[in-house]
Every structure is written in structure tokens, then in C-alpha cells.
């Protein structure tokens, strides 16, 4: 999969499809899988400090 890094001026489009609340960015974490936000692998502690 590619990769293009956005330019100041590009346009992203997108469409969302859900909405979700958390009370901590931990509990987002547990919820979504970190391949999701690229970071398969990671830790959880490596994603909240």
C-alpha cells in the first residue's frame, strides 16, 4: 500500500461513517485495533504516552 503525505493545500474527502465518544484516549485504543490508525505492533502504552 502507498503512501502520499498531504501538502498544505491538498483536500482530503471524506465520509464518516460512525461516531464514537470516549472518556480517555486509552479506552479509544482498547476499542479500535492499532492497525487501524497504522500502529499495528505498538504497545498500549506507546499509544497514550
Given at each position: 500500500?502507498?503512501?502520499h503525505?498531504?501538502?498544505q493545500?491538498?483536500?482530503?474527502q471524506v465520509k464518516v461513517t460512525e461516531l464514537r465518544t470516549y472518556d480517555t484516549f486509552q479506552d479509544m485504543y482498547?476499542?479500535?485495533p492499532f492497525k487501524e490508525f497504522d500502529c499495528e505492533g505498538w504497545t498500549l502504552k506507546e499509544m497514550v504516552i
Open positions: 500500500m502507498a503512501y503525505a498531504l501538502q493545500d491538498d483536500k482530503l482498547k476499542d479500535i
